[in-house]
Every structure is written in structure tokens, then in C-alpha cells.
């Protein structure tokens, strides 16, 4: 069964960092594409950040470019996202999800892990 679980969230303050951590498992990891999705409060799921299957591409939402940076480590099947100068506005429900997308209808997602940008 496919299981992935988030870890790494938690409050920050405006301009603060976080590293954010996706263990994977029941797939074959390293054959999948993958993203980061995330849900802010009252909204709907937004896609920020992709990668290829061996890491060598990514693509990134402008509102998030040149902040966070996304990274798997395959050997480990984890998937990592490091957020940098973030604002109150990144405030959401993090998830990393199967795909480039993450939003399909296929895609599969974890149960994510909460980040709070607030002083």
C-alpha cells in the first residue's frame, strides 16, 4: 500500500525557515515524479514545487521560487522541501504528493504536516 508521511512543520516567524520531510513507502519511489502541494486556510489545494523522478528538473510556482527548494533522496525514498524567508502567507497545510502535479485524481497525497508563519 502506498503511504507517504510528512514531517517537519511548525510555527516560524515572518522571514524564519523550515525543512520539511516526506518518507515514502509501497512504491517504487524512484520511479515516480513528485510534488508538494498545500491547502492555506479556507482555500483549495495550490501546486508549488515539482521534481523529477532522478531530480534533476524542478519546477516551482512563482510564489514560492527562489525560497523553497525541492529534493529527494532516492536511496532513502524521501522527498524534502526546504522553505526559506518565508511569509504569512505561506501559512498552510503542507503535503507531498505522487506526480509533478500532485493534483490529479490519480495522484495520491499524505496527511500532511501544518506550517504557521506568524510573530
Known amino acids: 500500500e502506498l503511504h507517504l508521511l510528512e514531517s517537519g512543520g511548525g510555527l516560524v516567524q515572518p522571514g524564519g525557515s523550515l525543512r520539511l520531510s516526506c518518507a515514502a513507502s509501497g512504491f517504487t519511489f524512484r520511479d515516480s515524479s513528485m510534488s508538494w502541494v498545500r491547502q492555506p486556510p479556507g482555500k483549495g489545494l495550490e501546486w508549488f514545487a515539482g521534481?523529477?523522478?532522478?531530480?534533476?528538473?524542478?519546477y516551482y510556482a512563482d510564489s514560492v521560487k527562489g525560497r523553497f527548494t525541492i529534493s529527494r533522496d532516492n536511496a532513502k525514498s524521501t522527498l524534502d522541501l526546504q522553505l526559506t524567508s518565508l511569509k504569512a502567507e505561506d501559512t498552510a497545510m503542507y503535503y507531498c504528493a505522487t506526480g509533478i502535479n500532485g493534483l490529479e485524481p490519480h495522484n495520491s497525497r499524505g496527511q500532511g504536516t501544518q506550517v504557521t508563519v506568524s510573530s
Open positions: 521534481i523529477s523522478t532522478k531530480g534533476g528538473i524542478t
